[in-house]
């Protein structure tokens, strides 16, 4: 902790929660496990998150390629959703709860749960979390251009005024900065059809530590990593020196 530098905090880090399953087969546990074990981070680097001064916090809970996973295992992660999303961690550290992603795959019981929680944390001012629900990517983009479409279609939008600004306004993250930083546990080297649009300039970092065994000192290497880089946008190394 005395190596972070609490001026340079990211204000937007998105995480890719892999590695819960491995991890529970590691030790012989059964895969639902690794999701349980999962749950309980995510309310860790939730608290540590809010109290280092993040902004925005972004998870990966479920992706649409995630439907295809056996029902079992889908019905376990949806019901430790469902059972686990408590107001209190919000309430306790001051922080808005967001969601993303294809709401009509999910049953009206977790939407109204979804929504009721969105609903109670409206008024906090802390950090806001927002979690990636059956989401995917290409499927945000994909909805963004229909929406487009019929805009231009009926005339509320002229196709020569679709620019970067216009197609970053119709996603789901709407009007939430862009990712600073994107941490994926779990050993793989991929960003999994997660925030495609939103990454074109996001610092990433890759840990071999399983989802469950990420802690807070997990964090603070990361954050720690993402302030020894100098985020250049296109420019020269010298530019960015001389104008800070």
């Given at each position: ?21 491995r ?93 009721d ?8 001012t ?28 009926a ?71 993402y ?18």
């Amino acid at each position: 902790m005395q190596q972070l530098d609490y001026n340079r905090i990211p204000a937007h880090v998105a995480m890719i929660m892999d590695g819960n399953g491995r991890w529970a087969k590691a030790k012989g546990l059964p895969r639902t496990a690794g999701h349980v074990e999962g749950i309980a981070r995510v309310k860790q680097i939730t608290e540590e998150s809010a109290r280092l001064g993040i902004k925005y916090l972004t998870v990966y809970a479920f992706s649409t390629e995630n439907w295809n996973r056996p029902m079992q295992e889908v019905e376990t992660l949806m019901n430790l959703i469902l059972t686990n999303l408590e107001e209190e961690i919000f309430i306790k550290n001051n922080v808005r709860f967001r969601v993303i992603g294809d709401m009509s795959r999910l049953s009206e019981t977790i939407r109204k749960r979804l929504q009721d929680c969105i609903d109670h944390t409206a008024a906090n001012t802390g950090m806001t979390m927002v979690v990636a629900l059956s989401y995917s990517s290409r499927w945000e983009i994909t909805n963004a251009a229909r929406q487009i479409a019929d805009e231009v279609k009926a005339g509320k939008l002229k196709a020569e005024d679709i620019d970067d600004e216009c197609i970053s306004r119709h996603l789901t993250t709407g009007l939430i900065p862009d990712p600073d930083l994107l941490i994926r546990t779990g050993g793989e080297l991929r960003i999994s059809n997660f925030l495609l649009w939103q990454c074109a300039y996001t610092e990433f970092y890759f840990t071999d530590e399983f989802w469950p065994d990420f802690n807070v000192e997990s964090l603070h290497r990361a954050i720690i990593d993402y302030q020894q880089r100098q985020r250049r946008f296109g420019k020269t190394g010298e530019q960015v020196t001389n104008e800070e």
